[in-house]
């Protein structure tokens, strides 16, 4: 397993996030309250049994069981509901925006850059800190939920619609997302990592994505065409055109292997193509044990020199 970033709804590193966390707390310290309360009287009452002024007990029954708890729960809701139109306020124009696709198991990353073009990656989503940035969420196959436990709430992509999630990351960090929704055998796999930059460095980071790989005779290119990876994966700049699974343009510099199941390391990636059924069970992708020896050793370093 990578080592994990964090993922933490209490543990805030954006403003939706924030807001969150504070209702759940006022929530836990009126509810802590009130218990306490609740177990005071009934020690009391345990204490001090017998006889009791009854019309003192009809108006703690009233006052105690009714009035009270209307009180509360409506000043609850009242605050619950006036973060609301905080969180859905709409993002200000020119924000970055995000095109997820959840596809069993994995994340289809689309940034959309100024001039209209677009650049495509996978299982990793880059954002500039202290700016708000605007997903769209879909999928291709079944009910997936995206969620970015410490930069805000969750929002479920499903097939044939687009739904709409406003997230404002103020810290820069390494955060982790994750699949909410029971989508099938690799759900619990079904992750991702969310690096929060500086807007200069994040600006370097998709200008970087935008290159298209150097094309070079490689010897693990002539492995990775050979042995049909490219029906599956894109590397830009290269014959490899597949559309069907991750784009592999810029897989060196990925933090992991998967959507967040393995560190992206060469040891990790020779056991990603030869047991990957033995690493995510229910996986699509094809276990490809009959690549080894120098076949494999080239078609590992090709992938990782792709930065
Ligand atoms: Cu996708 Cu759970």
Redesign the pocket.
């Known amino acids: 397993m990578p080592v994990s970033p964090s993922q933490s709804a209490l543990d805030t590193a954006g403003e939706g996030a924030k807001q969150i966390a504070d209702l759940f707390y006022v929530m836990l310290s009126v509810g802590v309250l009130i218990w306490l309360v609740v177990i005071g009287l009934m020690i009391y009452a345990i204490l001090y049994p017998g006889q009791h002024d009854a019309k003192k007990t009809q108006l703690l029954v009233i006052g105690g069981g009714v009035v009270f708890p209307t009180i509360v729960l409506a000043a609850l809701l009242t605050y619950g509901l006036s973060i609301l139109p905080e969180l859905q306020r709409p993002v200000p124009a020119g924000s970055q925006v995000v095109e997820v696709v ?1 596809v ?2 994995w994340w289809r990353v689309r940034y959309r850059l100024p001039d209209g073009g677009t650049v495509e990656t996978a299982n990793e989503i880059h954002l500039p800190a202290d700016e708000a940035a605007e997903f769209k969420l879909t999928s291709e196959d ?1 009910i ?2 995206f969620w970015i436990p410490s930069l805000g709430g969750k929002m479920d992509m499903i097939p044939g619609r687009e739904n709409r999630l406003k997230l404002f990351p103020t810290k820069v960090g390494v955060y982790r997302g994750v ?6 055998a690799a ?1 619990a796999q ?1 992750s991702f990592d969310v690096v929060v930059r500086s807007r200069a460095d994040f600006d370097r980071w998709l200008t970087d994505q935008t290159q298209d790989a150097i094309d070079v005779p490689h010897p693990g290119k002539q492995v990775f065409l050979r042995r049909g990876c490219s029906a599956c994966h894109a590397i830009r700049g290269t014959v490899a055109d597949g559309v069907v699974g991750p784009d592999l343009t810029h897989f060196g510099s990925r933090r992991s292997i998967g959507a967040a199941v393995l560190d992206n390391t060469a040891e990790h990636l020779r056991r990603w193509i030869r047991e990957t059924h033995e690493v995510k069970p229910g996986v699509e992708m094809p276990e490809f044990d009959s690549i080894e020896g120098t076949e494999l050793e080239a078609l590992v370093e090709y992938l990782e020199s792709l930065r």
Do not use: P
Request: aromatic content about 14%.
């Open positions: 959840g069993r198991w079944v997936h939920s699949c909410a929704e029971f989508c099938g759900h079904m």
